[in-house]
């Protein structure tokens, strides 16, 4: 099976499923299932759109760090879509064009090609918080969405004017040969405009009002799906992409440990679950950012899998928690699993 086909599938019947909505949510369902199951069938290697090579062609990266990551990233969109998608059945063209988005973020093997698809999955994940009916919250995060691009963007001017291309491989190899100094300001742009998709502070100021407000599609698809995907992007243009100097170094270190200690205090300092589990979200964005930093890939990945299931099962439980209750107050949830031992039990392991 070619790994274009993660991204083409899910495209496509998107767009058709406009023309059939009844048929949208079964159609996301059994496209997103299917996706994870077609995973293991993917052959390693590197995919070349058109048969146009390196550096000019549009090119796929199939290795056991895209397989784990799309492992991780379909697991948690599937069960997402099986547990809030009764509740908004009007959303499953959206969430399958966000699932083309998501996979290509993640195979792409060219920096241009993934701004495209930052695009894609962005434009959906606005429309997936237009459910939270906060339409400033939403509006908030499309700008800084929109300045993170623009970053990420100039970014990946200054570097096509120095090397010529965008491929992540050849970049990678060239970048090596060059003086880390001269290539520090496109880099460090590059990490700001990943940095708000990721939560990283001070770039993550619309978290608050997007995951306070989360409902049970809108929290576990931004505080899992989406924080997942977005860290092992990360992982891969950290690790293929970035020579650190001292002070590009420096910089990096102090924005990844004040987001640690910053999102922990803020949680600790917190009343209510939802507060709680998005400042806990920042910091664990930043622990595992700096872990990739440092060229620690696999105990990356196992970060970002374990935040990323552990947030879907926590942020589904209180988005629906709260909805029938009408209050998050950790004072006032008090015995609130006396009745459900075995979601107490499985919060309880999540956290």
Not at 185 to 213: C, D, R, T
Not at 272 to 277: F, M, N, Q, Y
Not at 282 to 288: C, D, F, K, L, M
Request: proline share 3%; charged share 10%; with cysteine.
């Amino acid at each position: 099976m070619n790994a274009v086909l993660l991204i083409a599938i899910p495209l496509l019947v998107g767009f058709l499923s406009i023309l059939f909505k009844r048929l949208s949510p079964y159609l996301l369902l059994l496209i997103s299932f299917l996706s994870v199951i077609a995973i293991d069938y993917i052959p390693m290697g590197t995919v070349s759109i058109g048969h146009f090579i390196a550096p000019y062609g549009i090119e796929l990266i199939v290795d056991g760090y895209a397989i784990t990551a799309l492992y991780i990233v379909n697991v948690l969109f599937f069960l997402v879509s099986v547990l809030a998608l009764c509740d908004y059945k009007q959303l499953g063209s959206v969430l399958l064009i966000s699932l083309a988005g998501l996979n290509g973020l993640i195979l792409t093997g060219d920096l241009f090609n993934l701004f495209v698809f930052l695009e894609i999955a962005g434009i959906s994940a606005y429309l997936i918080t237009t459910t939270n009916k906060k339409p400033l919250a939403t509006f908030h995060y499309l700008v800084l969405g929109t300045i993170g691009s623009a970053f990420y963007l100039l970014g990946l001017v200054i570097l096509y004017g120095m090397f010529h291309t965008l491929n992540l491989g050849v970049l990678s190899t060239l970048i090596r040969q060059t003086d880390p100094l001269i290539v520090s300001l496109p880099l460090l742009f590059i990490f700001i405009g990943l940095g708000v998709e990721a939560k990283l502070l001070p770039f993550n100021a619309w978290v608050k009002g997007i995951l306070e407000s989360s409902n049970p599609l809108s929290g576990p698809m931004i505080a899992s799906v989406y924080a997942s995907a977005m860290v092992l992007v990360f992982g891969r243009v950290l690790t293929e992409l970035f020579v650190f100097n001292d002070t590009l170094l420096t910089i990096v270190s102090v924005i990844l440990v004040v987001t640690i200690v910053a999102g922990e205090a803020m949680a600790y300092a917190s009343t209510h679950v939802k507060h709680i589990l998005l400042y806990s979200s920042i910091a664990q964005a930043g622990i595992a950012v700096i872990v990739f930093v440092h060229g620690l890939t696999e105990l990356g990945v196992m970060l970002v899998a374990l935040n990323g299931f552990s947030k879907l099962i926590l942020f589904g439980t209180i988005t629906v928690i709260e909805r029938q209750l009408f209050t998050d107050e950790m004072a006032k949830l008090k015995g609130v699993f006396t009745n459900n031992k075995l979601i107490g039990f499985a919060f309880t392991v999540a956290t």
